[in-house]
C-alpha cells in the first residue's frame, strides 16, 4: 500500500475534527522523529490560505505553524503588502517537521526538504483543509508549496507574482506564488532584495483579493 494520509482523515469533519484527527496521522515515515503534528490554523471562512512546506524547529516544538523566525518575517511582509495575518488560514504542505541531527552543532535539527511520495502522502489533509475554507486565493510559499498544488514540474522563479488557476481538486479561487520567507533569512547580502520580492508577490495578491 502506498503511504497516505487518507485512511487517518475523518469524513465529514470540521476543521476542529481534522485538526484533532491529524494528531494522530501515521501516514508517512515523519510522524516518527517530529514531536508532534502541526495543523494549519486561521478563520475556516478565510479569504486567502498562505501555504508553506512543512513545519520548522519552533513550529514542531510549540505545534503551531510559521511561529519561529520565517514566520516573523512572512507577518511583516504580509502587513506591508496590506494582508492581515490573522485574516488568513495558514497551513503547510506536510505536517510534521521533517529534519536531521547534526552532531557537530550541539545536535541541532536541521531542516530537511520533503520528498514527492512524503508531499503526496500528505495531500488528503491539505485538499481538506481547502475544502473547507473555499479561499478565493492560495499564496504558495516557496517550490514546495507549489509542486503540492500543480505537482514536480512546478518552477516558483517561473510564475511568482501572477495569478494562476488553482488546480480544481484545491477548491480556490486563484493562486499567487512566492518565495518561502526562510529563503530571505537565508539571502544573506542580498536579503534586503529578496524581501522586496516576496512583500511585491505578495502585493499581488493583496490586488487579486481586492
Ligand atoms: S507528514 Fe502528513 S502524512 Fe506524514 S505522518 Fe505527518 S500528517 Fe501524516
Redesign the pocket.
Known sequence: MP???AP?VPEDADLDELRAA?AD???????RD?TQ?VFGEGPPSARVVLLGEQPGDQEDRQGRPFVGPAGQLLLRACEEAGIDRDEAYVTNA???FKFVTRERSGKRRIHKP?TLR?LT??RP?LVSELHLVKPELIITLGATAGKALYGSGFRVTEVRGTVLDAPDEFEAGGVVATIHPSAVLRADERREEAYAGLVSDLRVAAEALG
Do not use: I, R
Request: aromatic share 14%.
Open positions: 503511504e497516505s494520509s487517518f491529524a496521522c501515521e501516514g508517512c515515515p515523519l510522524f517530529a503534528t506536510v505536517k510534521h520533503p512524503e502522502a500528505c489533509w
